[in-house]
């Protein structure tokens, strides 16, 4: 009878190890995601097609319970690929970017202020961010962060400015921020419209640098455009 007792207490252990074993696999699975952006680039050279990139963004929980989201190009169509790396607060902290020169990969890495927003110094790869809090949440007031960036022994600043505004379903969709790529993902969703710029001389000239659509509630905008380049989350995985 011990002997029995013994076998129980045996099989009930190992059952309950799998099924830790397997909660924690699960919500390891969960943390992990992966997204699609299309982006669109408009040539410098006029009359020239758009060109198409489809990138992969895939979000790696790290031991740390920090964050990297790995960037690659889903086609092959360029031989550029990004490591985005995010502190526990989801905040964009260091990016290395990497691409070819003459046959060799090269990397640009890049450390940020976690308290700013991040404006990556490429065009390339769609992977600016807010550095705000998540999931998004609407603001109504403006934020206006002044950014230092060091080439050589040279150091610039740059007063930036983000606002935001509610935005309807009707006017993303006739400004093409909404198409057949993200529609699904903005069902019955608040939009709102943030608008980084860079502020000149005076207060009232603006320079802008990006938008982004955002719906309430995500941890990724829906569309974001900058010089050159209009990307979409899509729904594709």
Avoid: H
């Avoid at 600043?157 to 057949?180: C, N, Q």
Wanted: hydrophobic share 40%; net charge neutral; proline share 2%.
């Amino acid at each position: 009878m011990r002997r029995k007792i013994i076998w129980w207490q045996i099989l009930l252990s190992l059952l309950l190890l799998v099924g830790i074993t397997g909660s924690a696999s699960l919500a390891a699975a969960e943390k992990n995601q992966t997204w699609v952006v299309r982006s669109e680039y408009q040539s410098p050279i006029p009359g020239k097609e758009k060109s198409t990139i489809w990138w992969q963004f895939e979000r790696q929980i790290l031991v740390n319970g920090e964050a990297r989201v790995v960037v690659t190009d889903l086609e092959g169509r360029v031989q550029s690929r990004a490591e985005l790396y995010y502190d526990l607060n989801d905040a964009l902290a260091q990016a290395d970017c990497y691409r070819q020169r003459r046959g060799e990969e090269i990397v640009d890495a890049r450390i940020y202020d976690v308290t700013a927003l991040a404006i990556m110094n490429q065009s390339l790869i769609p992977g600016d961010c807010l550095n705000r809090e998540q999931p998004f949440a609407a603001r109504k007031k403006a934020d206006e962060y002044l950014i230092k960036e060091q080439i050589g022994t040279t150091v610039f600043s740059s007063r930036i400015l983000v606002t935001e505004e509610s935005v309807s379903y009707s006017e993303a969709l006739a400004a093409g921020m909404i198409g057949s790529d993200n529609q699904g993902l903005v069902q019955g969703k608040t939009l709102r419209l943030v608008t980084v710029s860079k502020l000149m001389r005076t207060e009232a000239e603006l320079s802008p640098l990006m938008r982004q659509l955002w719906a309430v509630g995500d941890s990724f905008w829906l569309y974001e455009e900058k010089a050159g380049r209009r990307s979409w989350r899509c729904q594709r995985q």
